[in-house]
């Protein structure tokens, strides 16, 4: 089976810009969460998305924002980026039915803002 | 607010050294993962715990898992250079769809 897979790996950009990430979970599975990691801050969760529809979310302004599509891959947009929006950004999937459930995670997207 | 609180934060040793690293909780979890993490990548799973009192060995890394499903700890037995990462706890709380993470412990283990 596929692992969680993200799309870009790495990417640069500039304040101001925004920018769309990718992640397609693992075959099966319908619950996509995002989170963000930085150094001083570790590991913070944004959303989740379940069925296309958000079921959880983090503490985040509404400049991130997500979606989840019919095949549960699901897209994060960070408008009017900021400086402090450098990170390592990371999507995991699991089936979503709730219970004893593993989650997986994919490699990350590292973003930098100039 | 759930919370999983993980100690120690930071831990340095030698290798051959053995160390044990603890995740607590007040939530009651109905499972509980373990990760590692190497700088720049996804946190890679090591094991998962569904059972109150649960013991899992993987070859150096022992996993136990609290009889009231809040606790867990990470033991590893004459640690080795390669063993240096961040280590995450984080568990799906119990009658929610909520996955909470721990607050991470960063191990190095000198030569």
């Known amino acids: 089976k596929a692992g969680v897979t993200q799309t870009p790996r790495y990417l640069i950009k500039t304040r101001g810009q925004q920018v769309t990430l990718s992640c397609s979970p693992i075959?099966?599975?319908?619950?996509v969460s995002w989170y963000q990691q930085t150094p001083g801050q570790g590991l913070q969760f944004l959303f989740e998305?379940?069925?296309?529809?958000?079921?959880n979310k983090g503490n985040f302004p509404g400049r991130f924002s997500g979606r989840q599509f019919s095949n549960s891959r699901s897209e994060m947009n960070v408008s009017t980026l900021e400086l402090g929006d450098s990170a390592l950004y990371l999507c995991?999937?699991?089936?979503?039915?709730?219970?004893?459930?593993?989650?997986?995670f994919g490699p990350g997207t590292r973003l930098l803002v100039l | 607010t759930q919370l999983l609180e993980q100690s120690p934060q930071f831990l340095s040793i030698q290798e051959g050294e053995n160390l044990t690293v603890y995740c607590n909780s007040s939530s009651v979890f109905s499972s509980l993962q373990w990760y590692r993490q190497e700088p720049g990548e996804g946190p890679v799973l090591l094991v998962t715990v569904v059972t109150g009192g649960e013991v899992k060995k993987l070859k150096r890394l022992t996993f136990q898992f609290g009889d009231a499903r809040k606790d867990s700890s990470l033991h590893i037995t004459a640690a080795q250079t390669g063993d240096t990462g961040l280590y995450l706890c984080?568990?799906?709380?119990?009658?929610?769809?909520?996955?909470?993470f721990g607050t991470g412990t960063r191990l190095k283990v000198l030569a």
């Open positions: 995991a999937s699991r089936p979503g039915q709730g219970g004893g459930e593993t989650q997986y």
């Open positions: 984080a568990g799906a709380i119990v009658g929610t769809y909520k996955y909470i």
């Open positions: 075959s099966g599975h319908r619950s």
């Open positions: 998305y379940f069925s296309e529809t958000q079921r």
